[in-house]
C-alpha cells in the first residue's frame, strides 16, 4: 500500500491496536491538509430523523462534540473529510478540564465508534447499528487528533435538500452543561417553523431525551424547566410548553416555539438555487481564504461585496496582514469582520471611478490592489485622513475590534 493512501478500513484495523499506528502514517496524515479552524458562526446541519432518534446515553461532551464535527461539513460535499485539530482546542471547546483531561477525551472518541439507534416513524421502530465515528488518532507528540465521521452517517449529513434542520453552532457552545438542555434544544429547532405547535406523546419525549426512567415530576423539574430557563435566556429561540392529560395524568406536551431571530423559513433553507458561475465563485472564495470558511459564511461575503471576488481577496489579505503586525491580538472571527469592513465601506466611502480589472485564470474579474490600498482601508477603517468623521465612538468600537 502507497505511504500516501490510506483507506478508511485500514485506519479502523490500525485503530485496534495503538501500537501499530506509525510515525510514518501520522506524518502522512498530517501533510494532507492545514489544521481544521472551526468557529462559532458555522452551521449544523442535520436530517429531522437523526435529531429525534434515540442515542444510548450520550452525554454533553459527546454532543458538543458531534454538532462541533457536523458543522465542518459544508455543503455540496459528497465525501466526509478527515479533519485535524489541536487537542488543546478539543478540549477547551468541550470544557473537559478535570485532572484526567488528556484521558477523558480520549473515552468521549472511543463511545462514539460504538452506537445503536432507534427511528420512531409511525408504527415501526428502525434500529440500525450506528458509528459516528470512522476514526480518532491522537498524536500525542504534536498535540494533534484526527477525526473523521463513519459512512454511516452520510444519508443524515450529505446532500440535503429537504427535511432538515440547521442552526449556528454558537448555540451548542453557550446552552448550560447538561445534556438534556441541548437535546432539547435541537428537538425545538426541529419543529420551530411547522404551522401547528408540535404536541409530543411524554414517553416519546422521554426517550429523545433519554430520560425514561425519570418520575414526571423530576422530568419537568430537571429537565424542562432548567432547559426552559436557559434556552430562553441564551438561545436564538424561546418556547412555553403546555401539558396535554388523560384523567389528571400527563400524557404528551405541547410546545410553543417563537424566533427570536424572527426569520422565516425559507430565510434558513439551504440555498439551492445559486447559478453555477456563483457557485464556482463560492468555491474558489473558500480556496482563497484558505479554507477558514465554510461554504455558507462564503456564500455571504461573496453576496454582500456584490460578487466582487477581488475585493475579498484584498480583504483577506489585509487581515493576514494586521494579524502579523498585531499577534496579541488576532481576529477573532474573520467573517464577521470582513462583514463589518464591507459594512463601513457602504456607509463611508463615496462613489469613485470603477478601477480598472483583469481577468483572473478562472474567469473573474479581479483588480490589481497596491499597498497605497492597504493603507486606505486602514485609514478607512479607524476613521483617519480623507475618512475622518465626527463619529469617534464608532471608530474606537472598530479599532476595539467589537465585532469579532
Keep these: ?30 501533510k494532507k491538509g492545514e489544521l481544521t479552524i472551526f468557529n462559532s458562526d458555522y452551521l449544523v446541519t442535520k436530517r429531522n430523523d437523526l435529531i429525534t432518534a434515540k442515542f444510548k446515553d450520550m452525554t454533553y461532551e459527546e454532543l458538543r462534540l458531534i454538532d462541533l464535527l457536523v458543522s465542518l461539513v459544508q455543503l455540496g460535499d459528497k465525501e466526509f473529510k478527515p479533519y485535524m485539530m489541536p487537542i488543546s482546542d478539543l478540549m477547551e471547546y468541550l470544557e473537559i478540564n478535570t485532572p484526567a483531561k488528556y484521558k477523558k477525551l480520549p473515552l468521549v472518541t ?16 428502525v434500529q440500525i447499528p450506528f458509528p459516528w465515528l470512522a476514526y480518532a488518532i491522537y498524536d500525542n507528540e504534536k498535540g494533534i487528533v484526527h477525526l473523521k465521521f463513519h459512512n454511516t452517517l452520510k444519508p443524515f449529513l450529505l446532500g440535503l435538500e429537504n427535511n432538515f434542520t440547521r442552526h449556528k453552532a454558537f448555540y451548542s457552545e453557550i446552552l448550560k452543561k447538561s445534556k438534556y ?3 432539547l434544544y435541537h428537538i425545538l429547532k426541529r419543529y420551530e417553523f411547522e404551522k401547528e405547535p408540535p404536541i409530543i406523546n411524554l414517553e416519546e419525549l422521554k426517550i429523545m431525551l433519554d430520560a425514561e426512567k425519570k418520575e414526571y ?8 424547566e432548567l432547559s426552559r430557563k436557559d434556552i430562553n435566556n441564551k438561545s436564538d429561540i424561546y418556547f412555553d410548553y403546555e401539558e396535554i392529560k388523560e384523567k389528571r395524568k400527563v400524557k404528551a406536551i405541547k410546545f410553543i416555539i417563537n424566533s427570536r431571530l424572527g426569520q422565516k423559513k425559507d430565510e434558513t433553507a439551504l440555498t439551492l438555487e445559486d447559478s453555477e458561475e456563483d457557485q464556482k ?18 456564500r455571504e461575503l461573496y453576496f454582500e461585496a456584490n460578487k466582487d471576488i477581488s475585493k475579498l481577496k484584498f480583504y483577506y489579505e489585509y487581515c493576514k496582514d494586521r494579524d502579523i503586525k498585531n499577534p496579541d491580538k488576532p481576529i477573532k472571527n474573520l467573517k464577521n469582520y470582513i462583514s463589518k469592513i464591507i459594512e463601513c ?7 469613485k471611478p470603477k478601477p480598472k480589472t483583469k481577468k483572473s485564470r478562472s474567469g473573474f474579474e479581479q483588480r490589481e490592489y497596491t499597498q497605497k490600498d492597504f493603507k486606505d482601508l486602514e485609514d478607512q477603517l479607524l476613521g483617519r485622513g480623507d475618512y475622518a ?7 474606537e468600537n472598530l479599532e476595539d475590534e467589537s465585532f469579532d
Design 389 to 395: 468623521d465626527p463619529d469617534k465612538k464608532a471608530r
Design 181 to 183: 438542555t441541548l437535546r
Design 281 to 298: 465563485a463560492i468555491n474558489s472564495l473558500i480556496e482563497i481564504f484558505e479554507k477558514r470558511l465554510n461554504y455558507e459564511s462564503a
Design 345 to 351: 465601506e457602504k456607509e463611508k466611502v463615496q462613489e
Design 1 to 30: 500500500m502507497n505511504s500516501n493512501e490510506y483507506s478508511d478500513e485500514f485506519l479502523r484495523k490500525l485503530t485496534k491496536d495503538g501500537n501499530l499506528i506509525t510515525r510514518e502514517i501520522i506524518d502522512t496524515l498530517t
Design 217 to 224: 415530576k423530576e422530568f419537568k423539574r430537571n429537565v424542562i
Design 110 to 125: 472511543k463511545r462514539l465508534m460504538s452506537d445503536v439507534i432507534e427511528i420512531r416513524e409511525n408504527k415501526f421502530i
